[in-house]
């Protein structure tokens, strides 16, 4: 996995409690099954736009509990085949989290109110840290738990089971 | 210093003395999928080469979410999980059955103390059976059920006690609306909740399973209730006649503890388009409703129909209001036919759906039209939820609520009519 990554932000109204209905609507999720369909439909009914507009390699910013709702995994999925290579959020919910991490697209926990809609930003993935591009301003993200850096360095769960043959996380 | 519920289960299915903050590799004895998200799960379970579930029960899929199927591409999606089924001899609860949330419990393979996971959000329903249930993606519980086991981070929890009597026409989806609001959409992220107290144990077990069903609504992990005789007989009444219960230790730790009178609620609705935007119903004196919806998996049970019954019978909905009717599973379906619940609502105007999930989540059976406002039992109200983000208002209420609302073609405080 690439460990500093860099991209445009893309932010959202709402900023708190961006569901995981308004990530990948299920009138889409229930009937097509192939990820690269659904990164067409990313956040369509929150910011119709997003889906012509993120590049890949950009990056989610929001505030608290994004990923609430629904336990869709096609949400991470298709975020991540959408292009977006990581998310930076106040804090997450909790089954958006594991399944994140669970297919390989990392997510990051910071403040969040100094990052505007379109700022070129960059990730440090190994040290937490997003960095303004222009301004050269620089937070520190919570540190990502061991259990899922090693998830993401295996490349998410599955894989994790095939290398170790179950679970190795210490 | 003694345990939680969670913390208890998590110890007896990982062999380890767990507390909460411990990161903990646990057997699982039970694992459910459902039709919007199983074909991820199967994908990755015939990439590990899966030869059958390990989990120590089994696992099941549901195919409820698109129930009947509406159109060719989710034919395809159900053709897919009852080949892999048939292959590998995993039950499929197919078309009719009814909700996961209700077949999986009725199937009798969730017992107290059990840990389960469900690709589904709502698996947290089964705490009402004194279970610790979870939802989670269709990795994990293709993990789950690869190798029987999965990794948990053994959540803190939150008592809410509960005393005093639940005024007439207040029930338990007032009280979860209540909590709901009170801890708002991320309050109890990855906690493991435990309602408590005598108005809870006042509860028939159609309540807890509500009250349980909601819990992920803010956040939380699992909201197991304790084991009684209600549980037990509502166990037995579904094949169990053996359980060991689990209970939390008297000098347990809980991260917070609240304490709420059940006889000082009201009727409550939760605006749109978050869950958490609660207020009482007689505020919304005057909001028009087109559709209103009956049934799902928070509210889909005997006792919620009987209740809107008891609110409709010998009236009739109002002109302009489309009543849709979706029993939780096939038995509370025959269950409702044979109490004459059944033709008590038919007579007062609704249209029956198939056992399922309704119109909750947008597929099929009610999408609303354009600028429509919908009262409804569900669990959740983001906008296009039902299928269409054009102007939809949903408001999630009671089912007494609604039946009262269905009446006046307006939201209605049920105690108003």
């Keep these: 996995m690439t460990m500093i990554l860099e991209g445009k932000a893309h932010r959202f109204v709402p900023n708190d409690d961006i569901n995981t209905d308004y990530i990948i609507s299920g009138r889409y999720k229930f009937k097509i099954d192939d990820m690269n369909e659904l990164a067409k439909h990313v956040m369509e009914d929150i910011d119709p736009e997003f889906a012509s507009r993120v590049r890949s390699g950009d990056v989610i910013v929001a505030g608290r509990n994004f990923g609430c709702g629904s336990s869709r995994e096609q949400a991470p999925r298709a975020l991540k085949a959408a292009g977006v290579a990581a998310i930076v959020a106040k804090s997450y919910a909790r089954i958006f989290y594991r399944s994140s991490f669970n297919i390989g697209l990392p997510l990051l926990e910071c403040d969040t109110d100094w990052i505007q809609q379109g700022d070129a930003i960059s990730i440090d993935l190994t040290v937490g840290t997003i960095t303004n591009v222009a301004t050269g301003k620089t937070a520190r993200a919570t540190a990502i738990p061991k259990t899922m850096q090693v998830l993401l360095a295996d490349g998410g769960l599955i894989p994790h089971i095939k290398k170790h043959g179950g679970f190795s996380l210490e | ?417």
């Design chain 2, 1 to 417: 210093m003694g345990k939680t519920i969670a913390e208890k289960v998590l110890s007896s299915h990982s062999g380890t003395d767990a507390h909460a903050g411990d990161i903990v590799i646990a057997s699982v004895d039970y694992c459910m999928s459902q039709d919007g998200t199983s074909t991820m799960m199967i994908r990755e379970l015939e990439s590990l080469g899966f030869s059958g579930p390990r989990t120590s029960k089994g696992m099941a899929m549901v195919i409820d979410h698109n129930s009947p199927c509406p159109s060719v591409d989710v034919a395809k999606i159900h053709s897919t999980m009852r080949t892999f089924a048939r292959k590998n001899s995993i039950p499929v609860f197919d078309v009719g059955e009814g909700v996961c949330h209700q077949v999986i419990p009725e199937s009798g393979n969730v017992l107290p103390g059990d840990l389960v996971v469900g690709a589904d959000s709502h698996t947290c329903t089964y705490g009402a059976l004194n279970a610790c249930a979870t939802g989670l993606g269709s990795a994990d519980v293709a993990a789950a059920a690869h190798t029987g086991k999965l990794w948990f981070k053994v959540p803190h929890s939150f008592r809410m006690g509960v005393s005093g009597t639940f005024p007439r026409l207040v029930s338990a989806k007032d009280l979860a609306l209540h909590a709901t609001a009170m801890l708002t959409a991320d309050g109890a992220t990855y906690k493991s909740v435990e309602y408590v107290g005598d108005a809870i144990r006042a509860l028939d077990m159609d309540g807890r399973f509500t009250i349980a069903n909601m819990a992920v609504e803010i956040g939380a992990k699992f909201c197991p209730f304790e084991c009684d005789k209600k549980t037990a007989t509502w166990l037995s009444g579904h094949g169990v006649t053996s359980l060991k219960s689990v209970c939390s230790d008297e000098d347990a730790s809980f991260e917070k503890s609240y304490d709420l009178d059940a006889s000082a609620l009201a009727p409550k609705v939760a605006k749109p388009h978050a869950v958490d935007n609660v207020c009482d119903a007689s505020t919304l004196k005057g909001v028009q409703i087109q559709q209103a919806v009956l049934g799902t998996c928070t509210n889909g049970r005997l006792s919620d129909l009987r209740a809107a019954a008891t609110i409709l019978k010998g009236k009739h909905v109002k002109n302009g209001v489309r009543l849709i009717v979706a029993p939780a599973s096939r038995g509370i379906l025959a269950e409702a036919m044979e109490a004459g619940i059944v033709s008590e609502l038919l007579k007062a105007g609704a249209t029956f759906v198939a056992p399922g999930c309704g119109p909750c989540v947008g597929t099929h059976a009610g999408i609303p039209s354009d600028g429509e406002n919908v009262i409804s039992t569900a669990n959740r109200n983001f906008k296009g939820r039902m299928g269409n983000n054009k102007d939809v208002g949903i408001y999630l209420a009671s089912p007494e609520t609604v039946a009262a609302s269905c009446l006046r073609g307006e939201i209605t405080d049920p105690r108003e009519v």
